[in-house]
T-cell receptor, first 114, second 112 residues
């Protein structure tokens, strides 16, 4: 199994500012995933981050709004830029396990934009 | 369009009772179906994973069933406990390399 930690666990930010969320995994992984969970909605994949290459973004998400860094095999950051109240969500980091179809999630970062 | 629909949206049961949560999906092609439990303030944790050829899988008091023909799955919780209070999310995986499709979840509240 993989143990994932995220910082911060929650934050309240003002409109127009940016927040960087950190994700740390206790083992080396090839791919790391960033998800958004809006209130009452399902999880939506934002992007997939591979070490040493540009992140791959899903439809509806762009690098200028959600820049991602992946400096090594255990760490990644997601920045939510120029925030608006619509960005208020839980942001989750996730990695694949070594077993078939296993996927592990971090505890999430609860972001509120005022 | 690939979708995962869960019902009911929320459910309240008494401690010790059983309950069944439903998941219908339209994802095609289909690879596997997963049930996750998400406690408040935590990330989802895997309960069961079933591939096309599996009809049922258990994890303690949790039993998941899958009917790949009708594209339906259920999660049965036996002898519920207060700690079962959480959101239960059905997730379907399509062909390799595609994103997981998440349902909105069923919020279960177990009261004493």
């Amino acid at each position: 199994s993989a143990v994932i930690s995220q910082k911060p666990s929650r934050d309240i930010c003002q409109r127009g500012t940016s927040l960087t969320i950190q994700c740390q995994v206790d083992s080396q992984v090839t791919m790391m995933f960033w998800y958004r969970q809006q209130p009452g909605q399902s999880l939506t994949l934002i992007a997939t981050a591979n070490q040493g290459s540009e992140a791959t973004y899903e439809s509806g998400f762009v690098i200028d709004k959600f820049p991602i860094s992946r400096p090594n095999l255990t760490f990644s950051t997601l920045t939510v830029s120029n925030m608006s109240p619509e960005d208020s969500s839980i942001y989750l980091c996730s990695v694949e396990g070594t077993g078939d179809y296993e996927q592990y999630f971090g505890p999430g970062t609860r972001l509120t934009v005022t | 369009k690939n979708q995962v629909e869960q019902s009911p949206q929320s459910l309240i049961i008494l401690e010790g009772k059983n309950c069944t949560l439903q998941c219908n999906y339209t994802v095609s092609p289909f690879s596997n179906l997963r049930w996750y439990k998400q406690d408040t303030g935590r990330g989802p944790v895997s309960l069961t994973i079933m591939t096309f050829s599996e009809n049922t899988k258990s994890n303690g008091r949790y039993t998941a069933t899958l009917d790949a023909d009708t594209k339906q799955s259920s999660l049965h919780i036996t002898a519920s406990q207060l700690s079962d209070s959480a959101s239960y999310i059905c997730v379907v995986s399509g062909q390799a390399g595609t994103a997981l499709i998440f349902g909105k979840g069923t919020t279960l509240s177990v009261s004493s």
